[in-house]
């Protein structure tokens, strides 16, 4: 079983970079599909991007392609989301979540373990 922390949330201003950062504990973060999910008041629980184990394969959700970057720190056993560019329609709170294996990477429902998220808001 693993354990995560996200971090590196807050308020900033549109146009603003921001790095998340997701701490595994418990377990490594290389034998899991790393996801980051997020959920803005009012709505669902969406995909934004996810990093298949083995084969270090990303994919994004296309409304952050070109903006979010996710990468994996073996070295610190963490999963990070490089967000730049930021608009006020990514405010939301940002879940990381680890997955033991799943076929569908950008469905919330192939993950197995979640963090409690953190928040970030984007001010115009």
């Known amino acids: 079983q693993v354990q995560l922390v996200e971090s590196g949330g807050g308020l900033v201003q549109t146009g603003d970079s921001l790095t998340l950062s997701c701490a595994a504990s418990g377990r490594t973060v290389s034998t899991y599909t790393m996801g980051w999910f997020r959920q803005a008041p009012g709505k669902e629980r969406e995909f934004v991007a996810s990093?298949?184990?083995?084969?270090?394969?990303?994919y994004y959700a296309d409304s952050v392609k070109g903006r979010f970057t996710i990468s994996r720190d073996n070295a610190k056993n963490t999963v990070d989301l490089q967000i730049n560019s930021l608009k006020p329609e990514d405010t939301a709170v940002y879940y990381c979540?680890?997955?033991?294996?799943?076929?569908?990477?950008?469905?919330?429902?192939?993950?197995?373990?979640w963090g409690q998220g953190t928040q970030v808001t984007v001010s115009s």
């Open positions: 990093l298949i184990r083995f084969t270090g394969r990303t």
């Open positions: 979540a680890a997955s033991v294996g799943t076929n569908t990477p950008t469905s919330l429902y192939g993950y197995n373990y």
